[in-house]
């Protein structure tokens, strides 16, 4: 109850953090953004009404980091990248039940023009959701 008040009270500035921290990877364990795509499930969960506007922003992030997860050649130990793509594409699973639907829409040019098995697998499973 309460912390859906103040999720939907300061989306705008949640929403800031959210993107910002998708954008960097902080390490080989990538904390800070795995503990981020938690904050974005609780506040899709808790805002329900107030994501499908969002949409285009929320998944062009979560994209982009995906794919930035997948080509990173750096330190991050394979389990840590799973577990970032299953968060990702869980996010997008919800983004996609709040907007009915709409996010299988968005990523059908995506899913027919991407050629990396980890990334299309994700847009796969979302794709196939119901």
């Known amino acids: 109850g309460r912390l859906g008040i103040l999720i939907v009270r300061h989306l705008k500035r949640l929403e800031r ?4 921290y998708l954008e960097v990877c902080d ?9 981020i795509l938690e904050t974005l499930q609780c506040t899709i969960e808790h805002a329900w009404p107030r994501m499908p ?8 992030a979560l994209l982009k980091m995906m794919w930035d997860v997948h080509t990173d050649q750096g330190s991050t130990p394979e389990p840590v990248k799973a577990t970032l793509l299953q968060g990702a594409t869980e996010c997008l699973i919800l983004l996609d039940r709040c ?12 899913y027919s023009s991407c050629e990396e ?3 299309w697998e994700c847009i796969r499973k979302v794709r196939e959701h119901t």
Request: hydrophobic letters at 40%.
């Open 99 to 110: 907007s009915e639907g709409q996010v299988k829409v968005l990523l059908e040019g995506v």
């Open 17 to 20: 953090v959210i993107l910002g």
């Open 27 to 35: 390490g080989p364990e990538d904390e800070a953004r795995l503990g």
């Open 117 to 119: 098995n980890s990334v």
């Open 53 to 60: 506007c969002r949409l285009p922003v929320l998944l062009k």
